[in-house]
């Protein structure tokens, strides 16, 4: 399947190739962003999530000039 370029690992006849460099950064890179903005918006939206609270409480802000 995959050409002769290389050392790989050898499992029932597939030969894995080591990532290069570039994959194995990006791909650390990727999973900190998504982990940064999992605990942000567990931050954010927690205690809805977990059913502590209503999405609608705490929203005081019934007078923005629409005259009512």
Same mark, same amino acid.
């Given at each position: 399947?995959? &050409?002769?370029?290389? @050392?790989?690992?050898? #499992?029932?006849?597939? $030969?894995?190739? /080591?990532?290069? !460099?570039?994959? $194995? +950064? $990006? &791909? /650390? ?6 982990? #940064?903005? +999992? =605990?942000? !918006?567990?931050?954010? *939206?927690?205690?809805? +999530? =977990?059913?502590? !609270?209503?999405?609608?409480? %705490?929203? *005081? @802000?019934? %007078? ?5």
């Amino acid at each position: 399947m995959a &050409g002769g370029h290389g @050392d790989g690992v050898n #499992f029932k006849g597939l $030969t894995v190739h /080591k990532p290069k !460099r570039w994959h $194995t +950064v $990006t &791909g /650390k890179g990727l999973c900190a962003v998504m982990w #940064f903005w +999992v =605990l942000y !918006r567990a931050k954010q *939206d927690g205690p809805v +999530v =977990l059913g502590w !609270r209503h999405p609608w409480e %705490g929203h *005081d @802000d019934h %007078g923005h000039g629409s005259g009512h």
